[in-house]
């Protein structure tokens, strides 16, 4: 059992700043890739940013030079810092991760997990 739990969301001016945490704990054997996803009302699902296992980032052409994705393997966290937050990035904000679960100190199976989603409200 693997569990991804988010914190950091709220309620911020446009241009401010907030940055999320996503805990995953739980038989991890190994995390992968790590990312964030957000979804406003009447939208889809979109990708925010992602970071694989070696660092390498990618991410949305809306947010590049606004957000930063970063993670700590010690920790099993992933962060996004977001910056010069505006309007059009309130949303609720999922954490995901492709991880490898354990059973018995082995490696067992890879899925994908996510968190239950942040509330980022950027108005004034």
């Known amino acids: 059992q693997v569990q991804l739990v988010e914190s950091g969301g709220g309620l911020v001016q446009p241009g401010g700043s907030l940055r999320l945490s996503c805990a995953a704990s739980?038989?991890?054997?190994?995390?992968?890739?790590m990312g964030w996803y957000r979804q406003a009302p009447g939208k889809q699902r979109e990708l925010v940013a992602l970071i694989t296992s070696d660092r390498r980032t990618n991410y949305l052409d809306s947010v590049q030079g606004r957000f930063t994705i970063s993670r700590d393997n010690a920790k099993n966290t992933v962060y996004l810092q977001m910056n010069s937050l505006k309007p059009e990035d309130t949303a609720v904000y999922y954490c995901n991760a492709d991880i490898g679960t354990r059973n018995s100190g082995s490696y067992d199976s890879r899925e994908d997990y996510w968190g239950q989603g942040t509330q980022v409200t950027v108005s004034s």
């Open positions: 739980g038989s991890i054997f190994s995390i992968y890739a």
